[in-house]
């Protein structure tokens, strides 16, 4: 009997891009920013194989620093800012709370075309002429001296940051007001918490950057001075609006991926988070403080050294949530039902890389240390370990969560295991060395650089082949399982949230009637339904290591 | 003594010690938080391994008292590291007032330092040991930083403002400085070489006995850098105008098809009237120096083209006639 | 999703809908707070920076279209909040009236700041190359009172003998002027377009007391617009008139 | 939760202060009140936008979750203009920018 669900209910192309269901946006949202990823990865790689010698190896310096520019714009803006929100919240979100989508569909798929409309713009820039003023558009280089394709690149940033702003505000207002009954704030899943705390970033901070870049397009364009020192400007006033956005953006790329690693643990340790109400709490902790430390990355500007105190001394405070969530996904292995699945290995991936990732932090919050270490190769491998080992780790981990529920199969659990440690080890290997070559000395965006320094850079460009290869695999093999992976059935792990309790893949209203929330989150000793009661006939398919 | 740290550049600054310091306390507070938190997910791993597929976990909801002990106990460890790092910073971010005023200008792509007694030097910077250095760092593009991996300190270079920082040189020897915020084309090669004298080397420096300036090789050089010969005669040959390595003596290829002999009177000839004679495969972009130079200051810049004979040429870019098409 | 009346197939009530709508719209209001804070925080450093510069280049704007603009942008978010009221008890003509009413200050307000802005281009005060504060006090334009051109001339010079960088720090001031009150006008030529789609809808006679959502929340952006010029009024116009 | 009608008599009260607002601002944007002209200025918007939020917006009569989200937005327009104030403000004379002509000096020399 042919099962109806949303991947199957209407067919052909307008069916998905005139589409206001929130799994289909997601879908298109997952190609989309897949696209972008692959196209910052090609420069990433391109980068690497040129640092392979001092004298740089492959390409001019003009193109190695359009290089690096292009893969951090491809890489921030169009893949790490919407890959879990946009994909992955928006499958979840409304299954999650038991809505029958988002309060605002059409805006949503707005959204999408927001997107792809930034996108065309930025690679428009990237093919006439790049882009190489540092994905940072320090001003006055990128108002004034920059020759490459700045204005369009800056234009599709703006039009870009509509599509962050109207999904943050859909998932704030689905949260308040589309919960199904019973579905109280403190039987939330933690990754709609998170996406609470990523939402009010994107609400607040967006704006900013999106005014900000205007003005640097302005500049260029007219010849105004606002940040122009020549006409009576100041750059660093840019440098205050520029990360008063770019530091929040950094949790708007974490947070989500805490927030599915928050999902993933209790899962597969099957029992309730350790203390759900602090790893809720230190999402909006990190949301909110995170606003109050942007000009930590201004402590060598010649900032007053009163605010430098002030924004060293916050950007500790910030350590603090997220530190309460490590040890509490760490207590909540204590005594559980550990099982070794896929997307457990990437939640234990995520821990390690983010604790290496958040505890670099303090050394940069550090005003003694930053004063050595900025802008150096600490920097990169730092953020690299937060955005690429935690944010990564954590979409794709969650992909492969969730997956089963997206398209209602299976994938080979043993090649995604192999996966997921190749992932771990090349990820390690490109950027440990970096920390290395940060404190000895070597500046970030360098097209050639000391012979002393070609050992640890041969070493990080040999990690990064495995780290691509770590890449494909997944890519390969989630492919092939839509069409031909066991089928996955309602419930397979079994885990407790509600998206688990509709069909797989879920029909296009989500719920036959609208769910009633009576269980707590997490709770997997009170609920008959997932069949793990000593005794009870097991409904979750057996979930062997082939 | 300190002692050095392992992977850590030589410490030749009275900062870097105290950098050094710091960056082993904080690795050694965040190196037992990684094993202890490591270790915990090891040894849960392998003990709480399921053992029957319906198996569940015992519930815990939390612990309240845990929770407030792993919120106060880093904050007060960050909070350690926040005093210690401020106490460094706000050392270094005031100058002792009695400092050796050294000025530093970056431009696109070369550091210009002018010492107290007003000699000039491009992409070097001499100062003497055992005293304390106030470099005033302004810009006259877009943003640079001075930075001094053995002296563990930078400063951006912003134009607009005059930012200012200082080291006290504990070391003689020659340290690398780089431009460590990013500032175009060629960001990478805008660096050059520190050399921390002895005091009484340095006084001899200064009054110009040291011979440096009559070497017109090195004069030529700063020629090279001053009139901003090499932001475009970049010698990978990457740059507007074919890298001068090599070029001494040898056949030049021209736009026209013929070659030349790069001998003194060619060099002579194209430094005053640089539409003269054009390199095959660039454009006629280079400035006339008639009138700008004196006959010293273009023998002083032959002398240290002759001198880059014996440099690598680069594959492309040199302008050097290709030995097949002698004859 | 498909539709049932006025109420869309995500929600279960329209109570909710309406709700959900209204919220909609004021997260997407402190968006705009944030949008327009950006370029408020640029005006404050700058205005910090050059006070003397800023105040004399307010002083060239028309305090007299200023301040009558004010009126008709306040007036016009009265007649906005009665079209409201009116839709809500159910007064449908009323409603038409009061969105027509606010539609028409609006394009008054528009059509005062084009004359600001005309002005402006003929005093040679628009940021760029012939950017000079010199030039309008030289050539008096018919209409302008020599008297006030005399006392502004005066005051440039001396500006300039103390700070040869007034025009670069003028330019500054106007390209926040033009910055921030484009931004504002393209707010209210958006309001506008909204307005139309209302009128249309309420000839229709779609709202209703039941129905009523998109009139409310058009009128939260129209007094958010509103807000943005109580603001902009004093820190543009009114920097330094006492002197 | 039943809608709130706000009736036309409100209304003309808060235009009618918001008119003497205006007016107010202008007086005294015409007195010499030193450092405090732009206090008054600035006192005098906020009041008479919290009374459009209040009444024109409906925002006194609409639920909690509504008047946090307008809270949010003023606060965190403070942390913007506050923090990066911080920096302005306490900076030494020393490291204050430079003027255009300062700096054409400067790449005279």
């Known amino acids: ?546 | ?327 | ?243 | 939760m039943s809608e709130h009608i706000v009736s036309p008599k409100i209304y003309l009260v808060i235009f009618a202060s918001l008119m003497l607002g205006t007016g107010i601002t202008v007086w005294a944007a015409f007195q010499d009140f030193g450092k405090f002209n732009i206090v008054i200025a600035l006192v005098i918007a906020t009041i008479k936008a919290t009374l459009v939020v209040l009444y024109f917006m409906h925002a006194r009569y609409s639920p909690r979750r509504t008047q946090m989200v307008i809270v949010c937005s003023v606060f965190w327009l403070a942390i913007m203009l506050a923090l990066t104030l911080t920096d302005y403000d306490t900076r030494s004379p020393r490291e204050t920018r430079l003027a255009p002509s300062a700096i054409s000096q400067l790449l005279r020399a």
């Open chain 1, 1 to 546: 009997m042919p099962h109806e669900d949303y991947l199957n209910a209407r067919y052909g192309i307008r069916s998905w891009l005139l589409t206001t269901d929130h799994k289909r946006i997601a879908l298109l949202w997952l190609g989309s920013v897949t696209v972008f990823f692959f196209i910052g990865g090609l420069f990433a790689t391109m980068i690497r194989i040129h640092l392979l010698t001092p004298t740089g190896y492959l390409v001019t310096p003009e193109t190695y620093n359009k290089l690096f520019t292009m893969h951090g714009v491809a890489m921030i803006f169009f893949f790490l800012i919407p890959s879990i929100p946009a994909v992955l919240g928006n499958f979840l979100i409304p299954l999650m709370i038991g809505a029958k989508d988002l309060a605002f569909p059409k805006l949503n798929l707005l959204s999408w075309y927001i997107y792809m409309i930034g996108g065309c713009f930025v690679l428009y820039s990237f093919a006439t002429g790049g882009l190489d003023t540092g994905w940072t558009f320090y001003t006055p280089l990128s108002s004034i001296y920059s020759n490459s394709a700045v204005t369009p690149a800056v234009i599709g940033i703006f039009i870009n940051g509509f599509s962050s702003i109207l999904t943050g505000l859909n998932f704030i207002v689905t949260i308040h007001t589309m919960r199904a009954p019973g579905m109280t704030w403190f039987r939330l899943p933690l990754f709609v918490w998170a996406h609470y705390a990523t939402s009010m970033i994107m609400i607040l901070g967006t704006p900013v950057i999106a005014i900000t870049l205007l003005l640097v397009g302005l500049e260029r364009m007219f010849h105004l001075g606002f940040f122009n020192p020549a006409l009576g400007g100041d750059p660093i006033l840019f440098q205050h609006l520029f990360w008063f956005y770019s530091h929040p953006a950094v949790y708007i790329m974490i947070l989500p991926a805490m927030g599915v690693i928050s999902e993933i643990i209790p899962t597969f340790a099957r029992k309730p988070i350790f203390g759900y109400s602090f790893i809720a709490g230190s999402s909006i902790a990190i949301a909110v403080i995170g606003f109050l430390v942007w000009a930590h990355h201004m402590f060598v500007t010649g900032e007053s050294v009163y605010a430098a105190l002030t924004f060293s001394f916050l950007s500790y405070l910030v350590a603090i949530p997220s530190a309460v969530k490590v040890f509490n996904w760490t207590s909540t292995l204590y005594k559980g039902s550990i099982s070794w699945d896929t997307p457990m290995i990437y939640a234990f991936g995520f821990i390690g890389l983010f604790l290496i990732g958040g505890l670099t932090g303090l050394f940069l919050a550090c005003l003694g240390l930053d004063i050595h270490i900025h802008d150096t190769y600490f920097v990169v491998a730092h953020f690299h370990y937060i955005m690429v080992g935690g944010a990564v780790m954590g979409y794709v981990g969650g992909l492969h969560f969730w997956w089963p529920k997206i398209t209602g199969r299976l994938y080979p659990e043993a090649l995604a295991r192999t996966a997921a440690i190749t992932l771990f080890v090349g990820f390690n290997l490109t950027f440990f060395p970096q920390f290395i070559l940060g404190y000895l000395g070597m500046p970030r965006r360098y097209h050639t650089y000391p012979p002393e320094f070609q050992v640890l850079n041969v070493l990080s460009t040999a990690g990064a082949s495995i780290l691509a290869l770590g890449y494909l695999l997944p890519m390969l093999y989630l492919t092939w399982s839509m069409r031909y992976g066991k089928v996955a059935g309602q419930n397979p792990w079994p885990a407790t949230g509600l998206e688990w309790k509709t069909d797989s893949p879920p029909p296009t209203e989500n719920f036959d009637v609208t769910p009633e929330v009576t269980w707590e989150p997490y709770d997997f000793k009170n609920r008959p339904d997932l069949g793990l009661a000593a005794g009870a006939p097991s409904l979750a398919p057996a979930h062997g290591d082939d």
């Open chain 2, 1 to 327: 003594m300190q002692s050095q740290l392992p992977f850590s550049p030589e410490q030749a600054s009275n900062f870097a010690p105290h950098v050094d310091d710091l960056m082993l306390f904080i690795t050694l507070i965040c190196l037992f938080f990684a094993v202890a938190v490591t270790a915990a997910i090891i040894i849960f791993f392998f003990k709480y391994h399921r053992k029957s597929p319906n198996e569940v976990g015992v519930p815990i909801h939390g612990d309240s008292r845990l929770e407030a002990a792993w919120m106060i106990v880093p904050l007060i460890l960050a909070m350690g590291m926040f005093g210690w790092g401020a106490v460094v910073y706000v050392d270094y971010r005031h100058a002792p007032p009695d400092a050796l005023d050294i000025y530093v200008i970056g431009k696109q792509w070369m550091w210009k330092a002018q010492q107290p007694n007003g000699l000039r030097e491009i992409n070097e910077l001499h100062v003497p040991a055992g005293r304390d250095v106030r470099l005033i760092l302004a810009s006259e593009d877009v943003i640079h930083d001075f930075f001094v991996p053995a002296f563990r300190v930078k400063m951006d270079v912003v134009p607009g403002h005059y930012n200012t920082m200082w080291f006290r040189p504990t070391k003689p020897g020659r340290y690398h400085f780089f431009c460590s915020q990013y500032c175009g084309t060629n960001h990478a090669i805008m660096g050059g070489w520190v050399t921390v004298m002895e005091p009484a080397d340095y006084a001899a420096w200064l009054s110009g006995s040291s011979g440096a300036e009559a070497n017109p090789v090195v004069a030529g050089e700063k020629l090279f850098a001053e009139k901003a010969c090499v932001t475009c005669h970049v010698p990978n040959g990457t740059g507007r105008a074919p890298s001068l390595n090599g070029v001494f003596g040898a056949k030049v290829l021209l736009a026209d098809g013929s070659t030349v002999v790069a001998d003194e009177a060619y060099i002579q000839e194209s430094i005053l009237q640089p539409n003269a004679k054009i390199v095959a495969g660039y454009q006629p972009l280079m400035p006339t120096f008639q009138g700008q130079l004196t006959e010293e200051q273009i023998l002083a810049l032959i002398a240290y083209i002759k001198s880059l004979q014996s440099q690598p040429v680069p594959a492309t870019g040199s302008g050097i006639a290709p030995t097949t098409e002698k004859r």
């Open chain 3, 1 to 243: 999703m498909h539709r049932t009346g006025e109420l869309y197939g995500q929600f279960e009530t329209l109570e909710q809908q309406k709700e959900t709508a209204a919220l909609g719209m004021w997260v997407f209001l402190v968006t705009e707070v944030l949008f327009f804070g950006g370029m408020f925080l640029t005006y404050t450093i700058n205005r910090r920076a050059f006070g003397t510069a800023f105040g004399i280049c307010s002083n060239t704007l028309d305090i007299k279209l200023g301040a009558g603009n004010t009126v008709v942008l306040i007036l016009s978010s009265l007649t906005m909040a009665m079209a409201v009221w009116s839709a809500q008890v159910g007064k449908k003509k009323l409603a038409s009236i009061f969105l027509i009413a606010t539609l028409g200050l609006g394009t008054v307000f528009l059509g005062v700041k084009a004359i600001e802005y005309k002005q402006k281009f003929d005093h040679h005060l628009i940021p760029g190359r012939s950017f000079d504060m010199k030039y309008h006090p030289a050539h008096p334009m018919p209409g302008d009172d020599l008297e006030e051109l005399d006392k502004e001339k005066q005051e440039v010079d001396k500006a300039f003998a103390v700070d040869p960088d007034i025009n670069a720090h003028g330019q500054l001031y106007f390209s926040l002027y033009f910055g921030m009150t484009g931004l504002h006008a393209l707010h209210m030529i958006i309001g506008a377009g909204l307005l139309l789609w209302l009128i249309k809808a309420s000839f229709a006679g779609r709202f209703t007391p039941q129905y009523n959502t998109p009139v409310e929340v058009v009128g939260l952006y129209w007094h958010f617009v509103d807000i943005v010029w109580i603001y902009l009024f004093p820190l543009l116009y009114l920097i330094d008139r006492h002197r």
